[in-house]
């Protein structure tokens, strides 16, 4: 029985390679996702424990994982005291600030967009790996005021030599500064800063420039004397603390910094997963497919095996030992792909600023279990279906000349089909009003069973829409009917290949749907909401100094400037991001729609909180919520809140006062300007532009053109969505020639016969395009009606989000049946050719 | 004479009825009909198209189950058995030889031979399995593919592949439906010779009056009933019994 399963792998290699195709690039997917988070993860690590000392000491908060600028310093005095301590070998006083940027000679910011950019004092400390945390590579540490260093490759991608001036963008005033470079510096042991960018100052320098002239810090490390642990180093500094600065200790500090960036890493990865899961659905439909045509063409070979007395069972387990052989081949091909597909990933993040260029490529166990586990098991699951009908094969049929396969009843696959799609609805409804993750996963699952559910229903509906083609097809004359018919022959099969297309589809018209009117969304809230005529704003909205707004507030013909600041907090127990303004001035810049309460209302110690965030959190004007901020908690009032249809990019706003007391740096992200009524728009803009020409991190947009901006970006989320559903789709369309592929192979003998009654090659190849077309516009045409309800849902779902508007893009979505249509004719290549060159006698010869 | 009473049936067929279709379109294949295939002899069942022989076949093989009444196989009743049961039967107590030879393409014919062993989990008998392949004379062949051999090898493949388990029962279903005479001639001596020589119970649908004459015994079908019986047939007495069923009709 074995040496059967191993005979007809061999035997049936090219086909069972597509499918294999399908298992390879499913797992490539699965596979890429862990080494490249792995990578991200590795890369992130050796800066981490590059970056610690013995004992870390800052304020409560202050120097957390992801947290902002913060204003609270610790004075000279407290180094003098830990200084004086027995256990401490050195300390290494810093301050650090996070939003300084290197202007590259092209006038561009190094890295773009995207990457943080750094800066210190030179500590001199040594981190937990033994080594110095920096060392310089060439020239010296700048000593004086004006004078900096910079990590070697921002310097050299930026193409500053030691001796050039170097222009910065800083949250200083005023925020441009020119600085000499001295020297370059290594970070660590020379893993790179991941795309991040280091500016070194003179401690001195930096307190004058950043901090008022005061001798503070922002953070302090400790190297232990010889001998001395940790912990008895943290303790002996912790008791000479002011309130509220902790002491925590390396080996602590890493691993909060490590949890933390875990988290993220496991959002990325899940992310990325997620897209792997969808191939690999695709790809079980088309092993589902292959291997039912396969066994639907050995159906005699199989039913002789029973008459021979091999039982259901043996019959079952070889199909399914030939998965087995596929799943493996499949898997450990994909893992070669996956990391290849893994480095693949970190060029495209590369691309957005994070540069992962020294970064390891590790393909760990998990990652090898993993692919093999998801490989094999899919293969596995989806063979076993076809492998089951095979061994109902009645032993009979060995000695019948039609060796066709049992059919199951439409009617138990309409009966499963719509209770799986019905199923995939509830639990779509439930995931619309449940939160967070929870409500996500039900959104994803029932999408999922609607999309089964509409495979198992898509052959009912195969034979109208198909007969729709007989139309059109009737230019083609017979060979359109032909064409027609045989996709009809077998509804199963035709909507089994179309079915695969129409996974991969839906999403992506799904994607489209809510990229619409994502945009037509901010185009609405930005023509109601806003009454200022510019927008000065960086693209990706990190912070920059508020000498802008000042400067800008000197401009003649300036009326109104409102800044808006933003933090990510805590509110009432979940992550939100939160915006302060100032809200007299913040109302003459916006029109923002209420639902109840006032923007009057907002003062000191009271909030304005969103739509969606009062309904998750139950709050109601007069209730009152806490908002943990970095450097603290706050008790807030709810004065207002905001209606669905408000455009600010927050679920709570409140007054600069909060942020304060949260020890947020004062840094805007956004600052709108109205001009006098009187005044000339041009000039106004010429003036403001010419204060932040010097800056490239931000812009002056109006109002279109800050709509025009943020559409921009929902496009770029959007090609990013379309690029990861890609390998779906190339599955799918593996599937089409695969199909396609085996169906020219049965039909030898009817495809003998219509040559040898004067069809010639060129018809039989439209033939099969035609068909082709047929299976792949149906598939389309499927995910396209999919598509639009799971976006509309989502839409429905969001409205409290902003998403406001619903827009359909037609014309794209017919673009992309148009697209399908030509795929279909890409998937009959190679099938349409072989079709052509069977030679006529042999092929009508064939049993 | 004398061996066949003395050795009892191989194979019982008791009250079978078996009916296709209903209403106007219900036709009866085999009409309550009783047959004993005795061990150790080779017979013929013939029969004009439409006669229940092949039905019967089917029936006594365990491929197909009749309406009522029994069939029995080395005394165990196929009626009641379940697929489980009646595949361990096939496995076991049935040999198999098809008209379209059916082989296994991907596999030698070695291989295709020993497939009944291999399915069952049984290790080939050497001495048997040489005698087997002697008596077809194939020594030669048996690392050829089906597609390298020709119509008479692949059948004597695949009487040789019906013998290796040595069934109670081989059913052979026109074995010479797809061969010239001489390879037909061949197949059939074949056939004769496990009877003979090894006591091999054989049970042959024909159509053809030259293959029955290798036979000990025709059975005559015609509407699903035995008409008919002959003993030590030639091929004259043959065709002469079939002109009279003819004219009788």
Redesign the interface.
């Known amino acids: 029985m074995l040496r059967v399963t191993w005979r007809n792998l061999v035997a049936r290699k090219v086909r069972l390679l597509l499918s294999a195709t399908a298992i390879v690039l499913g797992v490539a997917f699965v596979a890429g996702s862990f080494i490249f988070t792995d990578s991200l993860g590795g890369a992130f690590d050796d800066i981490i424990e590059g970056s610690t000392a013995d004992v870390e000491i800052a304020y409560q908060g202050a120097n957390d994982f992801g947290a902002g600028q913060d204003t609270r310093t610790m004075p000279a005095s407290v180094v003098k005291d830990l200084e004086a301590l027995p256990e401490v070998g050195s300390v290494h006083p810093q301050n650090n600030l996070q939003s300084v940027y290197v202007i590259g000679k092209d006038g561009k910011v190094v890295g773009g967009n995207g990457p943080p950019g750094l800066a210190a004092n030179a500590s001199g400390a040594t981190s937990l790996t033994g080594r110095p945390i920096l060392t310089v590579a060439e020239g010296r540490l700048p000593g004086a005021p004006y004078e900096i260093a910079l990590d070697v490759d921002t310097a050299e991608k930026a193409d500053y030599q030691i001796g050039d001036t170097v222009e910065l963008a800083t949250p200083g005033k005023p925020p441009v500064l020119e600085a000499e470079l001295t020297g370059l510096v290594e970070f660590g042991n020379g893993s790179g800063l991941n795309g991040a960018t280091l500016t070194l100052f003179d401690k001195t320098f930096m307190q004058d420039q950043f901090f008022g002239g005061r001798d503070v810090y922002g953070s302090i490390s400790l190297n232990a004397a010889d001998g001395v642990s940790q912990e008895q180093l943290r303790a002996a500094a912790q008791k000479v603390l002011p309130p509220g600065v902790v002491a925590r200790t390396g080996d602590e500090f890493v691993k909060t910094n490590q949890d933390a960036l875990g988290d993220i890493l496991g959002f990325i990865q899940t992310f990325l997963l997620v897209f792997a899961g969808v191939s690999l659905v695709v790809g079980i439909f088309l092993i589902i497919n292959t291997f039912s045509i396969l066994v639907a063409q050995r159906s005699r070979e199989l039913a002789l095996l029973r008459t021979l007395g091999a039982s259901r069972r043996q019959v079952t387990v070889s199909v399914v030992l030939e998965a087995l052989a596929v799943g493996i081949v499949g898997s450990t091909v994909g893992l070669g792909v996956g990391y290849l597909l893994a480095r693949g990933l970190a060029w495209v993040f590369g691309l957005l600023g994070l540069d992962l260029g020294k970064a390891d490529f590790p393909v760990t166990w998990p990652t090898v279990f993993w692919s093999y586990v998801v490989g094999i098991l899919v293969t596995v699951v989806a063979s076993y279906l076809p492998a089951r009908r095979a061994s109902r094969i009645a032993p009979i049929q060995a000695l019948r000349d039609d060796g066709s396969l049992p059919e199951t009843a439409l009617r138990r696959r309409l009966v499963v089909g719509t209770v799986l799609a019905l199923l995939g609805v509830g639990s779509m409804v439930a995931g619309f009003s449940g939160d967070g993750s929870t409500g996500l996963s039900l959104l994803g699952l029932g999408m999922l069973l609607v999309l089964v559910g509409a495979a198992l229903l898509s052959p009912i509906a195969a034979g109208p829409v198909i007969r729709l083609f007989s139309l059109p097809y009737r230019a083609f004359g017979s060979v359109g009917q032909l064409a027609t018919q045989n996709s009809l022959r077998n509804p199963r099969r035709t909507a089994a290949t179309a079915s695969a297309l129409m996974v991969g589809l839906a999403l992506v018209a799904m994607m489209s749907v809510l990229g619409a009117s994502a945009a037509a969304s901010t185009d609405a809230a930005v023509r109601q909401n806003l009454t200022s005529q510019f927008i000065v704003s960086n693209v990706v909205q990190q912070p920059f100094s508020t000498d802008v707004a000042a400067q800008i507030r000197k401009v003649p013909g300036v009326s109104g400037v409102a800044s808006f600041r933003s933090a990510i907090v805590e509110l009432g127990g979940s992550s939100q991001q939160a915006g302060a303004v100032d809200p007299q001035e913040f109302a003459r810049a916006l029109a923002l729609p209420l639902a109840s309460g006032t923007l009057a209302a907002l003062t000191d110690g009271t909030a304005l909180v969103s739509k969606a965030t009062a309904d998750d959190l139950g709050l109601q004007v007069g209730d009152t919520t806490t908002m943990k901020m970095q450097g603290g908690e706050v008790r807030l009032e709810v004065a207002g809140v905001l209606s669905s249809a408000a455009a600010v990019p927050a679920g709570a706003l409140v007054t600069f006062d909060t942020f304060d007391k949260g020890a947020i740096a004062p840094l805007d992200s956004l600052v709108f300007v109205n001009k006098e009524p009187g005044a000339d728009t041009d000039t106004v803009r010429a003036a403001i532009e010419k204060i932040t020409a010097d800056l490239p991190t931000v812009t002056v947009k109006d109002p279109e053109g800050f709509a025009q901006e943020q559409k921009k970006q929902i496009n770029q989320f959007l090609n990013l969505i379309y690029g990861l559903l890609l390998l779906s789709v190339v599955i799918a369309i593996l599937g089409v020639v695969n199909t396609l592929g085996l169906s020219v192979i049965e039909r030898t003998r009817e495809i003998g016969l219509l040559r040898a009654i004067g069809m010639s090659r060129r018809q039989l190849r439209r033939m099969i395009r035609l068909e082709s077309i047929v299976v792949a516009v149906f598939g389309a045409l499927l995910g396209m009606a999919l598509g639009l309800a799971f976006g509309a849902g989502l839409i429905y779902a969001l409205r409290d989000q902003g998403l406001t508007d619903l827009a359909i893009p037609w014309l794209r979505l017919s673009l992309f049946v148009v697209a399908a249509g030509a795929v279909g004719v890409l998937a009959a290549y190679f099938p349409a050719r072989r079709a052509a060159r069977l030679d006529v006698l042999k092929a009508i010869a064939t049993e | 004479m004398t061996r066949t009473m003395s050795a009892g049936p191989a194979a019982r067929v008791a009250h079978l009825t078996k009916t296709y279709g209903t209403g106007d379109a219900r036709v009866t294949a085999l009409d309550d009909i009783s047959l004993d295939l005795i061990a150790g002899e080779f017979t013929a069942i013939m029969g004009p198209s439409g006669s229940g022989k ?1 039905t019967l076949m ?1 029936c006594c ?1 365990a ?2 189950t009749g309406d009522s009444g029994s069939v029995y196989i080395g005394g165990a009743d196929l009626a009641g058995m379940k ?2 049961a009646l ?2 039967l ?3 107590e ?1 040999g ?1 030889v ?1 008209q379209s030879f ?1 082989l ?4 030698t014919a070695r ?1 295709n031979i020993l ?2 062993l ?3 989990g049984r290790k080939p008998d050497r001495v048997w399995f040489d005698s087997v392949i002697a008596t077809v004379d194939l020594a030669s062949r048996l690392h050829h593919k089906p597609n390298e051999l020709s119509g008479g090898q692949q059948q004597r493949v695949a009487v040789a ?1 019906a013998l290796v388990a040595r069934p109670t029962i081989v059913f052979a ?1 026109e074995p010479t439906g797809n061969l010239d005479s001489r390879s037909g001639a061949e197949v059939l001596g074949l056939l004769r010779d496990s009877v003979k020589n090894h006591g091999q119970t054989l049970v042959m649908v024909t159509h053809d009056p030259v293959a029955a004459a290798y036979t000990d015994r025709v059975v005559f079908l015609a509407d699903g009933r035995v008409v008919q019986e002959l003993r030590q047939p030639t091929r004259e007495l043959i065709l002469e019994t079939m002109a009279a069923m003819t004219a009788g009709i």
């Not at chain 2, 296994?104 to 596999?107: A, H, I, N, S």
């Open positions: 092949s089917h093989a491929l197909d697929d489980k595949t361990a096939r496995r076991d049935i198999f098809f059916n296994v393409p991907t596999l291989e497939l009944p291999s399915i069952a592949r279903d």
